[in-house]
């Protein structure tokens, strides 16, 4: 029988009864483990969930030190916490909760979300252990990472994207030269007072093979932009509010910022619902979010405060009307270097020692061929607030 149940019911045999089917109710369904304990750490009761994860009979536990379910350092030194806690009234855990690790029948440990409640019964203090097993929520971090995988990997693909953007743009001014310097040296050499016979035949050779050459270059450039133009995309009506949800957390996952109370950055999505459905390709404006995020994560590295900020708000389109989302992804880092912010859309500028210099021109390649803008401005947080627009799907009710 609980203690605490006992205190409150005793006086009422037909309350203690149901207070009875009632807890036992509860241990037998509870789905995170139950374990409670008395001031000196010895397990009153264990609910059956806990006796599934830890692997121990009731017979087994029930009135043996808590500690048997710890691995070390905490196993030794759990007998000390209690009395600090009972004498000082400090608080570590209680209240607060924390990830650490628990400890089977079998002497295996396994990772564990802990939360602790205290009530003060008439026979002294009770805790009241609530245990959730992470070996799921780690598989599910690990998939997250195969998932994160993936879209790096179709961020090398848009970056071939982009490459090929910018070679397009690099090689058509020199060859729009070479071709019209070829016609000039053919027509010079229609002109009167004929160069030696020799020396006309090298020239026509060698205009012939520039002429050959420009052509050629000229059908790869057309060929890798129609490859481009074609690029798969998928548009359909998105919700905004999850693509910065799944994006956020993708882009956390692996900075160790995922975990609940951890110290480190501070994220707040702050999202207008008035404007939230979106025609877009999913995969690519995660990967815009996705970019922006990582650079704003990694631009506050050495920030003190490290504040990160998604926001959605209603925007005019280009022709006025009020169709538009804007994004923003605020951060506090150090804003943009100077030399920077001049080229910040082009491809292969970054100041980084390891920085590819492609995700910005990526991200303008896709938010453009979205029909919106993206653009950088200072944030209210000292850092920077990288903007962008998208175009809102037509509302039904607007027919
Ligand atoms: P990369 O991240 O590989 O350098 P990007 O195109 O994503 O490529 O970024 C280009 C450059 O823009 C970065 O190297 C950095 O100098 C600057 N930059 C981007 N985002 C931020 C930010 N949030 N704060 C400060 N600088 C930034």
Not at 253 to 282: E, H, K
Request: glycine letters at 10%; hydrophobic letters at 40%.
């Amino acid at each position: 029988m609980c203690p605490f149940i006992e205190n409150q019911t005793s006086a009422n045999p037909a309350l203690l009864h149901s207070a009875e089917a009632l807890q036992r109710t509860i241990l037998a369904t509870v789905p995170d483990a139950m374990i409670v304990i008395d001031e000196a750490g010895s397990i009153l009761l264990f609910s059956e969930a806990a006796h599934r994860m830890f692997g121990y009979e009731d017979a087994e536990v029930v009135g043996q030190n808590v500690k048997i379910l710890m691995p070390n350092p905490d196993r030794d030194r759990h007998d000390d916490y209690m009395h600090h806690y009972m004498e000082t009234g400090e608080a570590h855990i209680i209240g607060i909760g924390r990830v650490t690790a628990g400890r089977r029948r079998d002497g295996s440990t396994f990772p564990i979300d802990l939360a602790i409640g205290e009530a003060r019964g008439e026979n002294g203090r009770l805790f009241t252990g609530f245990i959730r097993d992470l070996t799921e929520i780690r598989r599910a971090e690990r998939r997250l990472n195969d998932l994160q995988a993936e879209l790096s990997h179709i961020s090398r693909v848009s970056a071939m994207g982009s490459l090929a953007s910018a070679l397009a743009h690099e090689l058509n001014q020199p060859l729009t030269a070479i071709a019209s310097y070829a016609e000039g040296a053919r027509t010079l050499l229609g002109d009167e007072g004929t160069p030696p016979q020799a020396d006309i035949d090298m020239v026509r050779e060698a205009l012939a093979e520039a002429s050959a050459e420009a052509l050629r270059a000229g059908q790869i450039v057309r060929r890798l932009r129609e490859f481009i133009s074609r690029g798969e995309s998928e548009r359909r009506v998105e919700p905004l509010r999850r693509l910065v949800t799944e994006a956020a957390a993708l882009a956390l996952t692996g900075t160790g910022q995922t975990g609940i109370g951890q110290p480190g950055i501070n994220l707040a999505i702050r999202l207008d619902p008035s404007v939230d459905l979106v025609l877009c390709d999913r995969i690519q404006i995660q990967q815009v979010l996705l970019n922006l995020i990582r650079n704003a994560v990694e631009a506050m590295q050495r920030s003190p405060r490290q504040q990160l900020e998604i926001r959605s708000r209603p925007a005019r389109g280009g022709s006025g009307s009020p169709r538009c989302v804007e994004v923003v992804v605020s951060d506090s880092g150090p804003g943009l270097a100077p030399e920077v912010t001049e080229v910040l859309f082009q491809p292969f500028n970054t100041s980084k020692e390891k920085g590819m210099g492609l995700g910005l021109s990526i991200s303008r390649t896709i938010v453009e061929a979205h029909g919106g803008r993206i653009w950088a401005e200072p944030s209210d947080f000292g850092g920077t607030a990288f903007h962008f627009t998208l175009e809102l799907a037509e509302d039904p009710q607007d027919g």
